[in-house]
């Protein structure tokens, strides 16, 4: 481990799998953003288990202005494509979507581009040697968002701070309440869509939640 103090670490929002009314999200968005800190927001659009291009892209045209006014990176799921087209901040990819580096090829140096692991430390430093920019790992609780993942234990957070230099994403059931051990743990962004988007008491209460049980993880750093 080295001696270098740990940032802290920052929310990364993903938007539901259905957002039938654009408008009225963009506004939930800014809402939540008065809760405080987020560092990103993914476009994930997948009503039915697949990518709806179509209305990623109209999402994301919509979200661009507000993420860039508020500096919040845009990042579009599993869509290399939409990503050029609306020029997105990144792209993620999913374990079984492109490679690293072929996105890397198409996007050029620029653009972010994150990359699922699951719960392989395999697969995780494959994708940094291919470049990627950040590795997500989860689920760490149950998940309605993403059906398709596998458990994953919070061990595999701690010994990636200790061995790798590129930042680690926790996905999967996380709300305010588990945020502040996933953050402990080793996490430097944490994941969360539904903890956000249907939080009994809001989308900005529960920015401020998460916001605030990362500071309290950060001061015992």
Sequence with gaps: ???????????????????????????TFEGALEGGDVA??????????????A????LARALLPVCRANDVALIINDSVDV????????????????QVKEARKRLGKQPIIGATAKDSRHVAMEAGEQ???????????????KADTVPAD???LTWWQA?????????GGITPERAKALSLAGADFLAVSAGVWAHPD????????????????????
């Design 1 to 27: 481990m080295t001696d270098i103090k740990r940032e802290r670490t920052r929310l990364y929002l993903i938007t539901p799998s259905s957002v039938p009314d654009v408008d009225a999200f963009v506004k």
């Design 40 to 53: 990103c927001l993914q476009v994930r659009i997948k009503p039915d288990g697949m990518v709806d291009e």
């Design 55 to 58: 209305a990623t892209e109209a």
């Design 83 to 98: 990503c050029a087209r609306v020029g997105a901040d990144g792209v993620h990819l999913g374990h079984l979507d492109m």
């Design 131 to 145: 470049g990627a920019d950040y590795v997500a790992f989860g689920a760490f609780f149950p998940s309605d968002t």
């Design 154 to 156: 919070t061990d595999l």
């Design 163 to 171: 061995v790798m230099e590129l930042p680690c994403v926790a996905i």
């Design 202 to 221: 809001g989308p900005a209460a529960a920015v401020r939640a998460f916001n605030a049980a990362l500071d309290e993880a950060a001061a015992e750093f």
